[in-house]
């Protein structure tokens, strides 16, 4: 069964510094996202996106965050210069098309230091 | 109101009773419902899709009364293993926006 995959599955890193997770969406699925979890917290929706574009975003995604899917397989979220605030679990999810059930990743969990 | 809101457990339940679990959501363009589970650490895993006309798969049924904009789940039987959060999910294929509610936990007793 095809499946959402994510890497690394533990990212350390020290305040300020910039983080790629990387993604590899089911491959005949067309919309991606990213979501965030603090430990204890709810799953918090940060971007969409879709047809090489953000379709949506939240406002938890600020100008820190961005999001590129450089080769046609990987997609990944880039935080440009962590905050200790920014320590969570991050999903990956993919779906066929915006009413279909989505399928997330492993996640990725980061603590910044 | 908040967008989704759950019951906020836990719910510790005896193993082979039934349980149900309750979400409403305040957005009325809100057009496809689901609920997830989560378990300790891992990442939701899609349980069912929740339509109109409600769904039942095995010892899980799904209801969606949109006039009232909440949605249930039923666990009837239930097991150890069904032990685990249980996240309504809520998309608005409008704006693309997709919210959890932050999920009801279920402790199965032996």
């Known amino acids: 069964e095809p499946e959402v995959t994510q890497t690394p599955s533990h990212q350390v890193t020290q305040m300020g510094q910039e983080v790629i997770l990387r993604c590899v969406p089911i491959s005949n699925h067309l919309y991606f996202y990213w979501y965030r979890q603090i430990l204890g917290q709810k799953v918090e929706f940060l971007v969409s996106f879709y047809n090489n574009e953000i379709s949506e975003k939240s406002e938890i995604f600020d100008d820190q965050f961005s999001v590129e899917r450089p080769d046609g397989s990987n997609f990944t979220l880039k935080i440009r210069s962590t905050k200790l605030e920014d320590s969570a679990m991050y999903f990956c999810?993919?779906?066929?098309?915006?009413?279909?059930?989505?399928?997330f990743g492993p996640g990725t969990r980061l603590t910044v230091t | 109101r908040k967008e989704v809101e759950q019951d906020p457990g836990p719910f510790n339940v005896p193993e082979g009773a039934t349980v149900a679990f309750n979400c409403t959501y305040s957005n009325s363009a809100s057009q496809s419902f689901f609920w997830y589970r989560q378990d300790c650490r891992k990442e939701p895993k899609l349980l069912m899709s929740v339509y109109s006309s409600g769904n039942e798969d095995g010892r899980f049924t799904a209801q969606l009364n949109r006039a009232s904009q909440y949605i249930s789940l039923l666990i009837r039987d239930s097991k150890l293993s069904d032990s685990a959060t249980y996240l309504c999910?809520?998309?608005?294929?409008?704006?693309?926006?997709?919210?959890f509610g932050k999920g009801t936990r279920l402790h199965i007793l032996p």
């Open positions: 999910v809520v998309n608005s294929v409008r704006d693309d926006k997709i919210i």
């Open positions: 999810a993919s779906t066929h098309g915006g009413i279909y059930e989505q399928y």
